[in-house]
């Protein structure tokens, strides 16, 4: 991931960037806001968006189409009707210390051309964390509720709202205007959060992992009967537009709100100072952990509608509130064991088994520790008093243990040498934090998660094989390695219990699995390597290898013959922009052992690797050729200038090598143009490289 700080960015690394974030962040919102699965804390979110928006500020003309910037929540998807909202739903700016609270109220001045001593009422509201909604009345009548969606379009979760007593159907006032969207934020109380997860546990159903997902993920349920049933509650703090309220404040605007029959947030306070809204703000985070709902910050609003008015929004977010977030939250408890868990590529990660306690409402008894270095780092022990942090919606980590509530006779941790899955010796190579267990083949934890890589999305794909499956399998022994899923059928026809007639499975679900893995005898090449689970060979760099061998025996036969270290096929390898030591090395290593070639030799008499497509096979006098830049071009950067060659069939590597076709220079070029002589290879300077690209 790229952390240069935004004021080194050059235009064309900015735009890069940009476009990354707007990926990345799409990605997370999906996560958030659709499958209520973050994988990300709150707080790492926080950075991206603001990592973003620092961009745009530097680079106004870059901003995207699809900027985040531009967009609140998630995009659409789903079964549900599509609805717009009479106004876009706003989100809100973020302040995270008091700094952020006097730059805010300072904007307001200056924005305004307010005096320092012209007094700004603010009203302070706890800012829930829940999922946000919008009730459009008519004439009075509830007639349609909806989520906030894209900001612009929301779903229609109209009859799933229409359950929550918070929600007035009627509002039986002539003052109430006769169009108006209420909005606000749908939620969990702690207690029936916890009440609804035993309920679950007893049925054998998944948990939610916090209150907020479980609000999301009941307000989007297909059947209202099974909303009615969960305890949903709504807090109402706002409306499209306070033009036909005829309030004359924020403040008024909310006791009118719960004269009307919403709920409103009996917390809210009118502060007429900066000193009383922080002082507002420490009192509710001490008061946090004992609420009975979760929050997330607290909201300022300028309270004078007229100035609001004034003010409007910038992007997404109104430049009259503010959105002060609380730290994570933290928790004490006892480390009662640490667990060591095996991953796909053998890695052991130490968990932390915790006596269960509540952080945020949320129980935890389990916590990520790491790597062994953290655990000495930390002098953590088993039997330790351990402090913990839930950051958004992540994992919860194990942040130090309290020495002065340690019992006496505690000894170190001592992080094992063995797999506690095979009893493999475990071993750590130089410079790795990870220890890995090498039993890669006996090592059944191993092997079950290679396999369930292997059928993924973005390895072989097959449909409706899932991981509960391939252990299911994988325990019976119906598959062992991953060229037995392709025997599966024929072993199938012979078998006595075949698949058809076991639990869980029928005529139509085994045909249809057969059919499934049928369709994927045929696979493009760089997901045939993503799929092996090699080390360090994520799909991007999977993709290097395919652009540049072009063919499975291609690849195959020169990872063998790079291990030589002294070849040209090493060089070859190395030569491949994105690929360096470490990568080359796993590459090698997998190679390297007699029975991996076993296993892809009995793969590859079932399945078909396709070639990959060579790059623009055209007329472009640079397909195919291999390019070098080096040096300080004046006219676009080292990043542009590979975006434009590889768009001509280019490869553009980093190093020069008897392959090299052209090695471009630029200002202060070093070593590489003399190698570049030293080959025999055509060398052009910037503006013969200019003359090629036209
Ligand atoms: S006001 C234009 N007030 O926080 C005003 N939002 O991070 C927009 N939220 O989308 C919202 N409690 O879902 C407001 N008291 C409160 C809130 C609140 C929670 C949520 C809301 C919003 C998100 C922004």
């Not at 004439?139 to 229409?162: H, S, V, W």
């Not at 509530?405 to 797999?419: L, W």
């Amino acid at each position: 991931m790229t952390t240069m700080p935004v004021d080194q960015l050059k235009e064309e690394e900015a735009r890069e960037e940009l476009k990354r974030l707007a990926k990345l962040i799409a990605h997370h919102d999906m996560l958030y806001y659709i499958e209520d699965q973050p994988e990300i804390s709150d707080a790492d979110y926080d950075k991206l968006r603001q990592r973003n928006a620092a961009i745009e500020k530097r680079f106004p003309h870059l901003v995207r189409e699809d900027s985040p910037s531009l967009r609140v929540g998630a995009p659409l998807l789903g079964p549900f009707k599509k609805v717009k909202h009479l106004k876009p739903v706003l989100s809100l700016d973020n302040g995270f210390e008091d700094k952020d609270v006097y730059d805010f109220m300072d904007r307001i001045r200056r924005f305004l051309g307010l005096s320092r001593d012209t007094p700004i009422d603010i009203v302070a509201e706890p800012k829930i964390d829940g999922l946000s909604a919008t009730l459009r009345y008519e004439k009075g009548i509830f007639i349609l509720g909806a989520t906030r969606g894209d900001g612009t379009e929301g779903e229609d979760i109209t009859q799933n709202l229409k359950t929550l007593k918070d929600i007035p159907e009627v509002v039986e006032d002539k003052t109430f205007p006769a169009l108006t969207e209420i909005r606000g934020e749908v939620y969990m109380r702690h207690n029936d959060f916890l009440a609804m997860n035993q309920e679950r546990e007893k049925d054998h159903l998944p948990l939610f992992a916090n209150p907020r997902n479980a609000a999301a993920g009941s307000v989007r349920q297909l059947d209202p009967k099974v909303t009615a049933s969960r305890p949903l509650k709504f807090f109402a703090y706002s409306c499209d537009d306070y033009s036909p309220f005829h309030e004359t404040t924020h403040w008024d605007f909310l006791v009118k709100l719960k004269g009307w029959g919403f709920t409103t947030n009996p917390l809210a306070r009118l502060c007429k100072t900066t000193e009383d809204i922080l002082t507002y703000y420490h009192e509710l985070e001490a008061q946090r952990a004992s609420l009975p709902y979760d929050i997330d910050g607290i909201v300022y609003k300028v309270n004078r509608i007229d100035w609001q008015r004034r003010m409007g929004a910038s992007g997404r977010a109104p430049r009259w509130a503010l959105a002060h977030k609380f730290p994570a939250e933290k928790a004490q408890t006892v480390l009662k064991d640490i667990l060591i868990q095996v991953g796909r590529t053998g890695t052991l990660t130490p968990v932390a088994i915790l006596e269960p306690v509540t952080v945020g409402g949320v129980v935890v008894s389990r916590a990520t520790l790491h790597n062994e270095d953290e655990i000495a780092r930390k002098d953590i022990r088993v039997g330790d008093t351990v402090l913990l942090q839930r950051a958004g919606d992540v994992i919860p980590q194990v942040l130090s243990s309290l020495k002065d509530k340690r019992p006496e006779d505690s000894h170190p941790f001592i992080f094992p040498h063995t797999c506690p899955v095979c009893g493999s010796h475990a071993v750590r190579l130089p410079g790795e934090v990870a220890r890995k267990c090498i039993g890669g083949l006996i090592c059944t934890t191993q092997a079950a998660l290679r396999l369930r890589h292997f059928v993924s999305r973005d390895a072989f794909d097959i449909e409706g094989f899932g991981s509960k499956h391939i252990d299911a399998f994988y325990k019976e022994g119906l598959i062992h390695s991953p060229q037995d899923i392709f025997t599966l059928e024929e072993r199938n026809k012979e078998s006595l219990t075949p698949l058809r007639t076991r639990e869980g499975w029928g005529p139509l679900s085994s045909h249809n699995l057969f059919k499934a893995i049928d369709v994927r005898r045929k696979i493009p090449l760089h997901r045939f390597i993503y799929s092996l689970g090699i080390p360090q060979v994520g799909q991007a760099t999977a993709k290097l290898l395919a652009r540049h061998y072009l063919s499975y025996t291609g690849w195959k036969d020169a990872m063998i013959a790079a291990k030589d270290q002294g070849g040209e096929p090493y060089a070859e390898l190395m030569s491949i922009d994105g690929i360096g030591p470490s990568v080359s090395a796993d590459l090698i290593a997998f190679f390297d052992e007699p029975h991996n070639l076993k296993v892809l030799d009995e793969l590859l008499q079932e399945i078909t690797v396709l070639n990959e497509a060579p790059p623009q096979a055209s007329a472009s006098p640079l397909a195919n050729k291999t390019i070098v830049f080096t040096g300080t071009l004046d006219r676009m950067t080292r990043s542009e200038a590979k975006v434009r060659a590889e768009a001509l069939g280019a490869k553009v590597s980093s190093s020069v090598s008897a392959k090299t076709d052209y090695v471009v220079v630029g200002a202060d070029a070093g070593s590489k143009a003399k190698a570049a002589h030293a080959f025999g290879i055509k060398v052009l300077n910037e503006v013969e490289w200019l003359k090629l690209l036209e």
